[in-house]
């Protein structure tokens, strides 16, 4: 069901440690991602907030951040996500959790029967959407100003801020918009369609087979499947033949009204700034070793079937010569395909539209001991955003440290005026259409 407004309690709630993370299955072992087990529970829409106002009529900029973790994983607990180092450069910082997996994006047809708007999934957008309209109703108590507000995210909480930006419920509940790795223009599954692969109520029909419920329909299905324990709906995610539940949004013609590449094609996004882009080497981390072509003979029949016709130009772009230079430009163009050509994407559109953006690059390789496999990995520059390089397997360098000192300006200063340049940090020059000027953010940071 949708999110619902809490209930008030009486005296003083004791908000001294995090909530349960929401119901996820772990990453495998020995995954860089993998964390401490860490309590989960049904009852998780939480959020958190750092202030470093003195009182409530301070009006600081306020920054809300949506973890990453595929839709399927991931907390607001991450030591790299503690606050308190960008609310000591005066923002407000909150965190939030949405449900996650089947909990937070199944679609059924009869979730969308219950509902008054005949729709169903997107539930854990609408959790983000209910955490922005607590914001905006309660920020200020936190010396935090509900008329200058900024949504960002990595990864699926990247993907999350580029479906906000195109969804009317969320139009007016933020001023700014940060994607650290993660948009959605490919094309999103339709609520109710005859393609078994785009549809959403087709994927929630195998759902419910798969977790065990198949004499039923409609809403004794319904009830048999709310019946089940979170644990039993987990153990469903595995569906029959190999598939697996797809954990995306779905264009639903309420919550996201259309595909959002279309929404932004149109320039019916919200107009605000953003500020996105990717690192150099994102799919070190998300691609099983086993995908990784052998050799140079494995590789080019990999990029006959993938790029048909096109293949020359892949290889003067992408040049392998030996076995030795199949992993990198491999990974390289599955890095590009992924993350570099959807951030440039949201830039082109966002200027198309008469909007400002403004893209980088993250280049540093953070001085960890598989630093020269990893290169500049997915979600490595979170650490430098929060201000927390410190915490995990970094053994941080004077270049890391400052690095991370201009990232968190330039995070802050967009945060509050909308563009992310300032005093002492080099110039980073707005994308625009026939330039695609961008910034790296490296060992030297650079235009």
Known sequence: RPPAPPQDWPGVLAADGFAPQCMQ??????????????????????????????????????MVWIHGGS??????????????????????LVSVQYRLGPFGYLAHP???????????GNYGLLDQ????????????????????VTVFGESAGSWSVNALLASPLARGLFHRAVGESGGVFGTLPLLADDNEHASGHRMGLAFQRAAGVTADSGA???????????????????????????????????????????????????????????????????????????????????????????????????????DADVRRAFMAVRTHLSFTLA????????????????????????PTPLAAFLGAFHGAE???VFGTIDRGPITPAD???????????????FATRGDPNGPGLPEWPAWRVGDEAYLELGDAIRA
């Open 25 to 62: 299955v772990p990453f495998a072992a020995g995954s860089i991602y993998q964390s401490p087990p860490r309590p989960m529970s049904e009852d998780c829409l939480y959020l958190n907030v750092w202030t470093a106002a003195a009182d409530s009529s301070e009006r600081r900029p306020v």
């Open 71 to 92: 839709l399927t994983r991931g907390s607001t607990a991450s030591a790299f996500y503690d606050g308190a180092p960008l609310a000591a450069r005066g923002v407000v």
């Open 110 to 120: 009869a979730l969308s029967a219950e509902s008054p708007d005949g729709v169903s």
């Open 129 to 148: 959407i209910a955490a922005l309209r607590w914001v905006r109703d309660n920020i200020t108590a936190f010396g935090g100003d509900p008329d200058n």
């Open 220 to 322: 004794a299905a319904l009830e048999r499947l709310r019946a089940l324990s979170p644990e039993r709906l987990l153990a469903a995610l595995d569906m029959p033949e190999g598939r697996r539940f797809w954990t995306t949004a779905v264009v639903d013609g309420v919550v996201l009204p259309d595909q959002i590449r279309a929404v932004f094609e149109r320039g019916e996004q919200a107009p605000v700034p953003v500020l996105v882009g990717s690192n150099a080497d994102e799919m070190t981390t998300l691609t099983p070793p086993s995908l990784v072509p052998r050799d140079v003979q494995a590789y080019r029949a990999w990029a006959a079937r993938r790029f048909a016709g096109d293949t020359a130009r892949l290889h003067a772009l992408y040049p392998v010569r030996t």
């Open 343 to 366: 951030m440039r994407t949201w830039a082109r559109l966002t200027a198309q539209a008469g909007g400002q953006a403004w893209l980088y690059e993250f280049t540093r390789v953070p």
């Open 382 to 384: 979170i650490p430098y």
């Open 399 to 413: 270049a890391d440290r400052r690095l991370s000192e201009a990232m968190m300006s330039y995070w802050v200063n």
